[in-house]
């Protein structure tokens, strides 16, 4: 199935210099996925084109996705539903906030309407709704094709790339591009979404035909803190590195975990930091 389009490709990929000598860095340079265009950007817009053109072939009105209450993944999908002319609802973890801010203001703004599942499994509250369901953070072997796009377009902007570093959400972004760098190239970040995120991306591999051990993927857990939503003390001193050195404003959940584990595993050679969108979440986060 041919994905459709819903972004502006490529994205940049630009050098960083002064974070680069800050993080002790050969060389780095920032792939510019927070810049793919629909409803304020992020990683899961390449993962949206794969998964609504599935929800279209099936001839759906209406989409219905989960999330936590400041997902990314929940507010780009309702973006691209408007985008396509089609329904959404959002089913999102917990109880409504007393005010909202961040990326549910964006969500209503785009039109969908929210469910919130209370004491309630999110998929089960999700499969409950009337419409097409696409999965936790967008993720399945096929939409992490999107992040095979996205590495092949950075095997043509920096053909001899060392490491590409990104945060480990649902997995599949971490996925797409393993199935092209390899597990050597890939380092990724664990923001504490997945009970184990090393058999979840081993396990979209597998279903996309590349097979990996679990135990060859290189993921750093040591930036989860006390859990997804928390915010920790390295996390914070990332965000503030980012927006100092280089104007770059990163998210609490996933970009700045994602600096921090490259701040405390500096490679050699030449590295790509991958942003993956999420300044929305900074204005709703609570320790902010």
């Not at 089609?86 to 203001?105: D, S, W, Y």
């Not at 936790?136 to 796009?149: H, K, P």
Request: hydrophobic share 45%; net charge negative.
């Amino acid at each position: 199935m041919t994905p459709i389009s819903l972004g502006t490709w490529p994205t940049p990929l630009e050098a960083a210099p002064r974070l680069a000598t800050a993080l002790a860095l050969d060389e780095l340079w920032i792939k510019r996925d927070d810049l793919t265009g629909l409803g304020g950007g992020g990683n899961k817009v390449r993962k949206l084109q794969y998964t609504c053109a599935q929800a279209l072939a099936a001839g759906a009105t209406t989409l219905v996705t989960t999330g936590a209450p400041q997902s990314n993944h929940a507010r780009l999908t309702a973006a691209a539903a408007a985008r396509l002319g089609l329904e959404c609802v959002l089913v999102l973890a917990g109880h409504p906030p007393e005010t909202a801010r961040g990326n549910l203001i964006l969500d209503r703004l785009a039109g969908a309407r929210v469910v919130w599942a209370g004491d309630e499994a999110t998929a089960d509250v999700a499969a409950a709704q009337d419409g097409f369901v696409i999965p936790f953070g967008g993720t399945s072997a096929f939409s992490a094709l999107g992040y095979v796009d996205c590495a092949r377009e950075l095997a043509v902007q920096l053909p001899d790339l060392d490491t590409v570093v990104v945060a480990v959400g649902s997995g599949g972004t971490m996925a797409g591009l393993v199935a092209v760098l390899g597990p050597g190239r890939v380092f990724g970040v664990d923001t504490g979404a997945l009970p184990d995120p090393r058999s979840v991306v081993a396990g979209l591999l597998d279903g996309m035909g590349v097979p990996v051990e679990p135990g060859d993927l290189q993921i750093d857990g040591m930036h989860v803190g006390a859990g997804y939503a928390t915010l920790t003390d390295p996390v914070r001193s990332a965000l503030e590195l980012a927006a100092r050195t280089e104007g770059l404003f990163l998210d609490p959940t996933y970009t700045g975990r994602a600096l921090a584990g490259l701040r405390a595993n500096p490679p050699d050679g030449k590295v790509v930091f991958l942003h993956s969108g999420g300044l929305p979440g900074l204005f709703g986060h609570p320790s902010i």
